[in-house]
């Protein structure tokens, strides 16, 4: 069995998002992510009491290490283990910063996290008048705790059914569309979730795909890298 070992990286997908209008700073702009993983369908994936992941828009960019260190010394006078990251979303042709928190137990814990990176330091973006249910970007800073299970196959070991495939070549996010369509429309199964990424490994870059899909055989993780590879050959 290979080893477990963490990496650092970024994803990039699109989801559609909501904005919370209650239980929030006066006057911020708090984006709503309840509905992950667009690309699988087959199992409840929304629990409105509790906050799947959150994205605290700030009025400017922060580094990763403030982002970390405050979430650290917040989480130890906090009852709950939040996961505080870099994020950045684009929203049509504006693009924004944020913190994207996991792990907060509820929705009313928001405003009392705000409160806390305010103290630290960090000032909130004004609210902005915006329709639910809009597909935006986000771009996403974090660690991953991986173990290699087929050659460029990644299982994360934190996550359950979370895989990720490294590819030889790195893709803009329309080449990436692109191709993920032509796949989904080529595959013998193709219910799954899947999002453009990056690993920082070893003084390297590797790009990624990340796959979400509960009780996936490794044949169709083999199948989904094949293909990938294949149409990757198209362009390079």
């Known amino acids: ?5 963490e990496v650092t990286g970024y994803t990039i997908k699109e989801e559609q998002v909501g904005f919370l209008r209650h239980n929030i700073m006066p006057n911020t702009f708090v984006v709503n992510v309840n509905h992950p993983f667009p690309g699988y369908h087959g199992m409840p994936m929304i629990e409105n009491s509790k906050p799947r ?35 950045t979303i684009w929203i049509g042709n504006n693009q924004f910063d944020a913190i994207r928190l996991k792990g907060l137990p509820s929705y009313s814990e928001v405003p009392v996290i705000q409160h806390a990176y305010a103290e630290e330091g960090f000032e909130f973006m004004k609210k902005r008048s915006m329709k639910d249910d809009l597909t935006v970007t986000i771009k996403v800073s974090k660690f991953y705790d991986v173990q290699k299970i087929e050659e460029n196959i990644y299982k994360d070991v934190k996550i359950d059914h979370m895989y990720y495939i490294v590819i030889p070549h790195h893709l803009n996010w329309e080449l990436f569309r692109k191709i993920t369509m032509r796949i989904k429309n080529n595959i013998s199964n193709r219910n799954f979730d899947v999002v453009l990424g990056v690993f920082f490994k070893s003084y390297t870059v590797k790009d990624m795909i990340r796959v979400f899909k509960p009780g996936i055989s490794e044949e169709l993780l083999k199948e989904i890298k094949d293909l990938y590879y294949k149409e990757i050959d198209r362009y390079f």
């Open 1 to 5: 069995m290979e080893k477990i070992f």
């Open 53 to 87: 992941s959150i994205l605290l828009v700030t009025k400017k960019k922060y580094s990763w290490e403030k982002i970390l260190r405050a979430s650290d010394k917040i989480n130890k006078f906090t009852d709950y283990n939040m996961i505080g990251s870099s994020a």
